[in-house]
């Protein structure tokens, strides 16, 4: 599977447990940003690690995969147009993202945006386990039901402000436990009911 949206629309900050470590406030608005489609890679590829960055960190979160074109549609009208659900990372510089300010460069470099194994369809996202392992170690495990924001607000907040087109992405957020991977490691994340995605880190040539 090897997916090639328009866009990639993340949501920061949307799981209880991850404002909790991070002891702030939760949002009353979803927090959004993009992630280029160049930064896009599939199960089993390499996330490669830029000299840029002494901090790589991993985010395990739930993709959102647009089916419909979907503008100003509501809530009730947005799982319709829901292709399905994979799994993703949201791959990050956290030091430059402290440093710029804003997230374009932390958030985008290529192979900073893994989704996979499959996209899965008429699957709830209401209640899914998920969790995240670095070298078979559990870093993260939380599920869905502490999204601040869930699935169908999502689709229908973005779409009030950027046209969904079909393939494009949702990252949902990440929950707590968020941390640092080096060259040399695995990484997998694990959503019940999709499966495992699996990458390895490599240091830039
Ligand atoms: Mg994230």
Redesign the pocket.
Known sequence: MKLKPTKIV???LNYRDHAAELKLPLPDEPLLFLKPPSAVIGEGEAIVCPPQTKELHY?A?LAVVIRDRAKNISEADAPARILGYTCGN?V?ARDLQRKDGQWTRA?SFDTFCPLGPKIVSGLSPDKLDIKLYLNGELKQSSNTANLIFKVPYLVSYISQVMTLEPGDVI?T??PAGIGPMRAGDRVRVEIAGIGALNNVIAEAK
Request: avoid cysteine.
């Open positions: 993340a949501v920061g985010e979160e949201d990050t958030k990252l957020g990440t």
